[in-house]
């Protein structure tokens, strides 16, 4: 499966984006699907994973309350709704699709789209 992101930018401090995770290549609805974020200097880590019916989602605790992960297998598109955003939400995220493993764990992911930047300014 091939996944673009997309919806990065430049916002303020209690700021809001929408990431999106456009999917092609296999069937979309097979997958688990998560997000991640990798910040300058620091190891790529956990945002928040969906599984393949939308029902059931986790989220790292420092996003938890202000990010929304979707999805809509009809358009083969995954979301991220954040808001209330910090500067330490500052880096690149990357959706990607699971294949086995722990849920948490970036390697358990296969497929990754190129990532998105996400900037929050204080």
């Known amino acids: 499966v091939q996944l673009q992101a997309s919806g990065g930018g430049l916002v303020q401090a209690g700021g809001s984006l929408r990431l999106s995770c456009a999917a092609s290549g296999r069937p979309f609805s097979n997958y688990r699907m998560g997000w991640f974020r990798q910040a300058p200097g620091k190891e790529r880590e956990f945002v928040a994973t969906?599984?393949?019916?939308?029902?059931?989602?986790d989220y790292t605790d420092s996003v938890k309350g202000r990010f929304t992960a979707s999805r809509d297998n009809a358009k083969n598109t995954m979301y991220l709704q954040m808001n209330s955003l910090k500067p330490e939400d500052t880096a690149v995220y990357y959706c990607a699709a699971y294949v086995s493993g722990n849920i948490y764990y970036s390697r358990s992911y296969t497929y990754w789209g190129q990532g998105t930047q996400v900037t929050v300014s204080s």
């Open positions: 969906i599984n393949w019916g939308g029902s059931i989602i």
